[in-house]
């Protein structure tokens, strides 16, 4: 398919049929659209082919790394730097036993179990403990559960969850250079000057049509992005600690929020989503099942639903929320 405005029709019009059918269905717009983008890539794959969608062409991946990396920014301006403090104990304890204990299960399961090489199986263990934030942000705003002291502890576990997966990337498959070492102190530095430089700036500068709250927001997630990419690491880190520096500034100009809200998920998240589903496969079966076992059992039934509800003290039913997401 190379005309491009049939194209955005295509993948716009999927972002509608998802839209719907949450609505109808009462679910989730993030997981309508990644189940949405593996249904179309099944049918249209079948009809024009394994490239019908185009999942993999430039604009396309613009547009959803974009989305992922906006929608990370959000997350880490929801995260209250009062509630990251009162609550730290709490949120570091869930992110762990849900990293360590996928990373751990999976890794015996695919090495013993299923006889995959070392790498391979720290690879499939270290992708099965990560945390979708971007699919727990979206479902705790349409819950409403981003504005409560639970839902804001959750984002934060979340937080070290993926910390610890990003950090194990690196250890395992990433070289440390001196690529790394200009990284983390451009990062440091960067991230220390931020809450002081943006709020002057956005009060000498802001506020007036050309939106040069969200331009300025842009470059800087870009540019920090594109040094992460550089020095080998992943572009979401810097992103998310950027949100979470300009969480006490950024984080409580609601207007500002609303308008980027609109922006990411309008037009630049169903792109992520749907294309994240487009490259959703089921092969091996016997494989995948036992692997999901594995996932499911050593991350989700029983150590976060345990924990979650030693640490807060609360009923069945919020501690099952955790433990879904």
Request: charged fraction near 10%; glycine fraction near 10%; hydrophobic fraction near 55%.
């Amino acid at each position: 398919m190379q005309n491009v405005w049939a194209l955005a029709s295509v993948w716009v019009g999927l972002a509608l049929i998802a839209t719907l059918l949450a609505i109808w269905f009462k679910i989730s717009t993030a997981l309508s659209e990644i189940v949405v983008g593996t249904v179309a890539q099944l049918i249209i794959g079948a009809i024009v082919g394994p490239m019908g969608l185009a999942a993999k062409s430039e604009w396309i991946t613009f547009l959803a790394g974009t989305g992922a990396i906006v929608l990370t920014f959000l997350i880490g301006a929801e995260l209250d730097p009062v509630i990251f403090r009162t609550k730290w104990k709490e949120a570091t304890a869930v992110g762990l036993v849900g990293f360590f204990g996928p990373l751990l299960g999976c890794t015996e399961v695919a090495h013993y179990v299923l006889h995959w090489t070392v790498m391979s199986s720290w690879l499939a263990s270290v992708a099965l403990s990560t945390t979708s934030v971007a699919v727990v942000y979206a479902v705790m705003l349409e819950l409403g559960l981003n504005k409560t002291e639970f839902g804001k502890a959750i984002l934060a576990a979340c937080f070290v969850n993926d910390l610890g997966t990003v950090i194990a990337l690196g250890l395992i498959f990433s070289p440390f250079t001196i690529r790394t070492v200009i990284f983390v102190v451009v990062s440091v530095v960067v991230f220390f000057i931020l809450p002081f430089l943006t709020p002057r700036f956005f009060k000498h500068y802001g506020g007036r049509v050309s939106e040069l709250e969200a331009k300025y927001l842009l470059f800087l997630l870009f540019g920090m992005g594109g040094l992460a990419v550089w020095s080998g690491g992943e572009v979401v880190l810097p992103t998310y600690i950027i949100g979470m520096v300009l969480a006490g500034t950024v984080g409580k100009d609601h207007v500002l929020i609303r308008r980027l809200r609109t922006l990411t998920f309008g037009l630049l998240t169903p792109f992520y989503f749907i294309r994240a589903g487009s490259f959703v496969y089921f092969y091996p079966a016997e494989d995948f099942r036992t692997l999901s076992y594995s996932d499911f059992a050593t991350k989700r039934v029983h150590p976060v639903f345990q924990v979650t509800g030693s640490f807060y003290g609360i009923s069945a039913s919020p501690a099952g929320t955790s433990f879904m997401l």
